[in-house]
């Protein structure tokens, strides 16, 4: 059982006139220091909210750890959170149905960008995989709002949790592991533009797979052409959809466990391969290693895609993650042949796109050098972004020609 409690209004809180200015300015969050008073509140409640003066500015879900203090749900009273939750994953689910192309691999609902802060809902196929962040998200009625509702709306054969502890401690939420909570299938296959993936729900990363990048992986395929290389490729996302284009591609990544799933999905996709005989290679080998030694040993490709992990998880790593970008996209543009199509992404939110895009072009002076801007891309439209919450706007990719 969680500890936190049932989450109806008992309380209101007081947020400070800064606090107020970025809740009337759009945005959904306010910070602890913002707070005026939230005496006797407990963790996880639904609150009225309320400036310094006593104006009504919404409904909130409240934590009493996090540094994000208060996350607006509605600018209106709520009576009923459950028929709220219900018709909030109603209109998610809705919002997709236009949107959702060529694949049964979705991102259902992106926390505070479908107005459910805290949640995030994946759909890999016939299974759900979902996180919970948040106090409130972790209420046992809320829980059982949204299984029985995404249930409901989507029939999947099993719902899955996956749990960040780092987050669960960080909400002072009790331990709890990863794990079916409703059905007994935990693993299947799912495609993403033709090409297909084995998933199992309780291994891998976040949710298990970056749906974040299905519409950039078939971007890519778009240019790539030649010899190929795949930096940070995890479970193949970017080669696999490059191998039909490319006459030779080569993965790599630092986890072998990777590797191995990568593998799997090769086979998996070999009868889509024009040429059955057609090799794409693994190399397991840290990146920033083997690009130094590929671009001084005059390794040179048509494509390469750099997709590394967040080097930035706060502003404090900023310009320590600029340097790691610079560094791996120096050698990719010194190991590109004239005409070469450069991959290159970020999913750090500290790290904006004209950041990244002032980084590039440092890089291509440096390496001597030009990059004309094929596309400037972001992410899924699955992972919507709202104008007035930056925070939901975190991955960038650009493609890119290189030439002398």
């Given amino acids: 059982m969680s500890k936190t409690s049932s989450p109806f209004p008992v309380s209101t809180v007081k947020v400070s006139p800064r606090g107020a200015t970025r809740l009337k300015d759009g945005h959904v969050w306010v910070y602890r220091s913002d707070i005026v008073s939230a005496n006797g509140v407990a963790p996880g409640s639904l609150v009225t909210l309320a400036d310094h003066r006593g104006q009504i500015l919404g409904t909130a879900l409240y934590s009493s750890s996090s540094q994000i203090a208060i996350r607006l749900i509605s600018r209106e009273p709520v009576a009923d959170l459950p028929a709220l939750l219900r018709q909030r994953i109603a209109e998610a689910i809705a919002y997709r149905e236009p949107l959702i192309r060529d694949t049964n691999a979705y991102r259902v ?14 759909r890999y196929n016939d299974i759900l995989s979902m996180q919970i962040l948040t106090q409130a998200m972790d209420a046992e009625i809320v829980r059982a709002t949204l299984i ?20 669960r401690q960080l909400e002072d939420l ?9 059905g007994e299938k935990s693993s299947t296959v799912f495609a993403m533009n033709g090409v297909q993936f084995h998933f199992d ?24 052409h030649g010899e190929a290389l795949d930096v940070f490729c995890y479970h193949g996302g970017f080669a696999l959809h490059l191998a039909p284009r490319c006459s030779h591609v080569t993965g790599v990544d630092s986890s072998r466990l990777a ?29 920033f290693d083997l690009l130094k030694d590929y671009a001084s040993s005059g390794q040179r490709y048509d494509t390469i895609v750099l997709d590394p992990p967040a080097f930035a ?6 310009d320590a993650a600029l340097r790691g970008y610079k560094e791996l996209n120096l050698r990719a543009l010194k190991m590109l042949r004239p005409g070469g199509i450069l991959v290159t992404c970020s999913c750090s ?25 094929v596309e400037v891309r972001g992410q ?7 104008l007035n919450i930056p925070e939901t706007a975190y991955l960038k990719c650009v493609v890119a020609n290189v030439s002398q």
């Fill in 201 to 224: 729900a309780l291994e891998g990363q976040k949710t298990g797979a970056f749906l974040d990048q299905r519409e950039n992986y078939a971007a890519a395929a778009q240019y790539a």
């Fill in 109 to 122: 609902i992106f926390s505070e960008a479908d107005f459910l802060p805290g949640l995030i809902v994946d």
């Fill in 174 to 182: 009790p331990p709890r592991a990863s794990g079916l909570v409703q």
């Fill in 380 to 386: 899924s439209k699955d992972h919507p972004v709202l």
């Fill in 259 to 287: 590797l191995e799933v990568t593998d799997q999905n090769a086979a998996l996709n070999r009868a889509q391969l024009h040429d059955k005989d057609k090799e794409i290679e693994w190399i397991e080998a840290n990146a």
């Fill in 148 to 167: 029985s509702e995404l249930t409901e709306r989507l029939h999947p054969a099993s719902i899955v949790e996956r749990v960040d502890p780092r987050v």
């Fill in 313 to 318: 998880k706060s502003k404090r790593d900023l």
């Fill in 349 to 373: 939110y500290h790290v904006s796109q004209l950041d990244f895009l002032e980084m590039l072009a440092d890089a291509a002076r440096d390496a001597h050098r030009v990059v004309r801007l």
